[in-house]
C-alpha cells in the first residue's frame, strides 16, 4: 500500500509539474488514533502515528522515485497530506451520544474514479467491499458535498 501512495505522488508530480492547484495531491484521512488505556477500540482506530505514515511514505518515495532527501521532502509536503478524522457525537445528542465510528473507506484517483467501501488493506479482518464509481460528475459532488468539509473539519496531527 505504502509502495502505492509513493507511486501515486511520483504520478501526481510528472502530471501536473507546473500545476500550483493543491488538491493535486493525495489525500488520506485516518481513523481516530487508539488511546492505550481503551481496552476494546473495535478495529476502527488507528495505533500508527501520522508521523510514522508520513516517514514511512518519504523513505519509500525516496527510494521508489530515486530522489534526494530534500527532493523527498519537498515532493512529500506538496503532494501529500494526511489528517486525523474527528468524529463528535450526532447533533442534538448533547454529547451523551456514542461518537460515531468512520470505517469507510474511500480512494479518488484524480476526480475521475472512486472506490468506496470497507474493504481493508489486510485480508484477514472484515472482508467487506464496496464499489467502483467511474461517475465524474457524482464524484465531484462526493468531494464538495462531503469530503473536502470533513477534510476541513479534520485535526493536523503528528500523532
Request: zero cysteines; charged letters at 20%.
Amino acid at each position: 500500500l505504502l509502495i502505492s501512495i509513493a507511486q501515486a505522488i511520483i504520478n501526481i508530480e510528472q502530471n501536473h509539474k507546473d500545476d500550483p492547484d493543491p488538491t493535486k495531491a493525495v489525500f488520506i484521512m485516518v481513523s481516530l488514533l487508539a488511546s492505550p488505556t481503551d481496552p476494546a477500540p473495535q478495529g476502527y482506530q488507528d495505533t500508527t502515528t501520522i508521523a510514522d505514515l508520513t516517514s514511512r511514505v518519504a523513505a519509500i518515495l525516496k527510494s521508489v522515485g530515486n530522489l534526494s532527501k530534500d527532493e523527498a521532502s519537498d515532493m512529500m509536503a506538496r503532494r501529500f497530506h494526511v489528517k486525523r478524522s474527528v468524529l463528535n457525537p450526532p447533533a442534538g445528542s448533547g454529547g451523551s451520544a456514542a461518537v460515531k465510528k468512520l470505517h469507510t473507506k474511500v480512494v479518488d484517483v484524480d476526480g475521475k474514479l472512486m472506490y468506496t467501501g470497507s474493504d481493508n488493506a489486510y485480508p484477514q479482518w472484515n472482508e467487506q467491499f464496496g464499489v467502483w464509481i467511474e461517475d465524474v460528475d457524482g464524484i465531484k459532488a462526493w468531494e464538495d458535498g462531503f469530503f473536502w468539509g470533513f477534510w476541513e473539519r479534520a485535526v493536523n496531527s503528528v500523532m
